[in-house]
């Protein structure tokens, strides 16, 4: 269970948070302008291409492979982008080595000289994606790998002349590692330190038409991060807010659309590895279908009128896991999202619209203050509003998360940051390494 008073101590929570994750969420912003300027200063701003590729390939694993994803989901529909996972792992690699130097990739039968090859690595030191950087080499497509600078895979790339561009990686300590020393375990910023030069690249080869994405991106990084800073009481910081609805449920995350399903696949992975708790994530409308036998099933407990009390004694709620459903979705244009926040004290408040986070009445976030928003090319009004019929149906309760931002890269900044420390925080205030404050008793807390 998760300790409450441990979100609204900033103290406790840097006694807790020995990794730094916190610290290191706050520096996303921060992480894509660094990456920006070192992909232009390692050759992408000469760059000349002659056209668009007829198809990009993205190869990596963990959070690489993710954002290859959000790369896909960015690119659209301008051009096809198949995501290269590992498919095999050689047996002839013992435990004694990384694992990662067992995984192997393939390069397509269809590839050609008119096709991209994206490498992502946040180690650069995977033989496996050096094999495949030769492999697509003889088949003549272009490589570009973003790897540490000297790693194996930069080294690779410009052996077989393409256009290596630089990842800064961030150190990790033996608290983050961890007993599973030869399994990777990578920073929450490393998705976009990858993600942020890819992005680049596809704007100076024309798959992504809006050049002011990126810096943009990194504007709401640094917003989300001052909403949701540790020293904001739980009153006013959405991220603590939704780290606590959380607590003791399964979350069934449904997004309606490649951007917002990046962000629900980032945040479950991010439940799991920063919280150690488990969560499903499903896009719209088709989890409606496939998630529809657990609203049916024994999780469901009785969505009474105080579910979503923030004030609730939690303490007399029954045992068990109980479903929540996470609505996390678009707004049509900015101008249709209203503020749902006012008067929360954040300090010099941008004029943008702010990744609204509804989790049913509580202090300051009032349900129904705001007005519903258009959904997007995502999804319709309809799928929304039967998504909301079916858990009132089941007694389930919903809350709703969504971006009013147009820019899809935007979106995706958003409800990352905000998921992102909502996961740490439910990961910090319920490993009990907070502690009791020096020279206090149990009973001062």
């Given amino acids: 269970m998760i300790e409450e008073w441990v979100l609204d101590d900033p103290e406790a929570l840097a006694r807790a948070d020995t990794s730094e994750v916190l610290l290191d969420l706050a520096s996303a912003g921060a992480t894509v302008r660094n990456a920006v300027r070192l992909a232009g200063e390692a050759g992408l701003d000469r760059l000349r291409p002659e056209g668009r590729p007829r198809a990009v390939l993205v190869a990596g694993h963990g959070c690489a492979a993710l954002a290859g994803d959000a ?21 002839s690699v013992t435990r004694a ?27 650069g030191a995977e033989p496996g994606l050096v094999s495949l950087i030769e492999q697509a080499y ?40 961890g007993r599973d020393r030869d399994l990777p375990r990578d920073t929450p910023t490393s998705f976009w330190g990858l993600l942020a030069p890819a992005a680049a690249l596809a704007h100076r080869i024309g798959l ?76 719209l409308p088709e989890a409606l279908i496939t998630q529809r036998g657990l609203l049916d099933g024994q999780l469901v407990g009785d969505a009474d009128d105080d579910q979503d009390d923030f004030f609730r004694d939690r303490t007399e709620e029954p045992e068990g896991l109980r479903l929540k459903v996470l609505l996390m979705h678009r707004a049509g244009e900015p101008s249709d999202q209203a503020d749902p926040r006012p008067g929360d004290g954040y300090p010099d408040a941008p004029s943008e619209p702010r990744p609204s986070y509804d989790p049913g009445p509580g202090p300051g976030l009032t349900a129904g203050s705001a007005p519903d928003p258009a959904p997007g090319p995502q999804t319709s009004r309809r799928t929304l509003a039967r998504a ?26 958003e409800l990352v940051a905000l998921t992102d420390f909502a996961a740490a925080y439910l990961g910090l205030a319920s490993s009990g390494l907070a502690g009791v404050p020096a020279g206090a008793t149990p009973l001062d807390n």
């Fill in 71 to 91: 790369f896909a989901a960015l690119v659209g529909g301008v051009c096809p982008v198949a995501v290269l996972r590992p498919n095999t792992a050689d047996d």
């Fill in 97 to 123: 080595i990384d694992f990662t130097s067992g995984l192997l990739w393939s390069v397509p039968g269809w590839a050609g000289p008119s096709d991209l090859l994206v490498v992502l690595s946040t180690s």
């Fill in 138 to 177: 003889a088949r003549g497509c272009t490589v570009v790998v973003v790897a540490p600078v000297g790693s194996a895979l930069s080294e690779a790339a410009l052996q077989t002349r393409g256009l290596p561009l630089p990842y800064v990686s961030a150190v990790l300590g033996d608290e983050r590692i």
């Fill in 208 to 283: 992504i038409t809006t050049p002011s994405s990126l810096l943009a991106a990194a504007d709401r990084l640094d917003e989300v991060a001052v909403r949701c800073r540790p020293g904001a009481e739980t009153y006013g910081n959405p991220a603590k807010t939704l780290a606590v609805q959380l607590d003791g449920v399964l979350p069934l995350l449904w997004s309606d659309g490649p951007c917002t399903e990046i962000a629900a696949r980032r945040f479950a992975q991010m439940l799991v590895d920063q919280a150690g708790r488990p969560a499903l994530q499903g896009t």
């Fill in 388 to 413: 909301r019929a079916l858990a009132e149906d089941h007694r389930t309760n919903l809350s709703e998360l969504t971006s009013g931002h147009a820019d899809a890269l935007e979106t995706i900044a």
